[in-house]
């Protein structure tokens, strides 16, 4: 096991972004399973914590295995392998619809009282407990890229290297703290890694939503 869990992972993070202390970076973690990690990142940065609601396009036959990923725009990413596993046309119309269904629900539960926070010209950092074939963190850097923020960086606790590859032309920085060539699952990296419920995101948000801002943590690496 590389992590003791969730925690562990999150404050080994906080050590490689330290340099993004003081700059008020927007943490947004990608549900669920990288609220909690977003939330530590955030206090252990000085930032703002909110999601990006993205999702993986499942296969037929193995809802776990992304055939690609779709963001709140509808926008999507298709994998080269995609119809080789089963995704043909008809099948991925259908998913795209049922997980934008599913995004625009989670929307109205996680943030039901504010729009997102708005990323541009801020340091946006996107956290997941860890990367397989790297969809959805395509697809939350490709949603994030439209909205110009000045800095866009993605940071995970572990990936294998072919998916930090193909991650790499979507972010300004890449920031993953293991990269073993054996990968079967996110899950085998850590010692406990539970599931995260939408009450937990829920009240993690609310918690979020209390922090005063200040404008004058606003700024860029440019201007630091």
């Known amino acids: 096991m590389t992590f003791a869990n969730r925690n562990q992972a999150a404050d080994r993070l906080a050590v490689a972004l330290e340099a993004y202390k003081g700059l008020n970076p927007l ?103 860890g990367l397989a074939t790297g969809a959805t963190m395509i697809s939350a850097l490709h949603a994030l890229r439209a909205q110009k923020p000045a800095r866009l960086v993605c940071a995970v606790p572990v990936a294998p290297p072919d998916t930090l590859e193909k991650i790499r032309p979507y972010a300004d920085e890449v920031i993953c703290l293991e990269a073993p060539e054996f990968f079967r699952a996110v899950g085998q990296f850590y010692a406990d890694f539970p599931q995260v419920d939408d009450e937990e995101v829920i009240e993690i948000l609310r918690q979020a939503g209390q922090r005063p801002s200040d404008p004058s943590f606003r700024r860029t690496p440019e201007s630091s």
Request: proline share 9%.
């Open 27 to 129: 943490i947004l973690a990608i549900p669920r399973g990288a609220v909690p990690m977003g939330q530590r990142l955030a206090r252990a940065l000085g930032g703002e914590l909110d999601v990006v609601l993205v999702r993986k396009l499942r296969a037929p036959f193995n809802p776990e295995f992304a055939l690609g990923s779709i963001d709140e725009s509808g926008w999507t990413y298709i994998a080269d392998y995609a119809e080789s596993a089963g995704g043909t046309p008809s099948y991925l119309a259908q998913e795209k619809q049922a997980q934008l269904d599913t995004i625009r629900k989670r929307r109205t539960q996680y943030t039901p009282l504010r729009p997102p926070i708005d990323p541009a010209g801020r340091v946006v950092i996107v956290v997941d407990d």
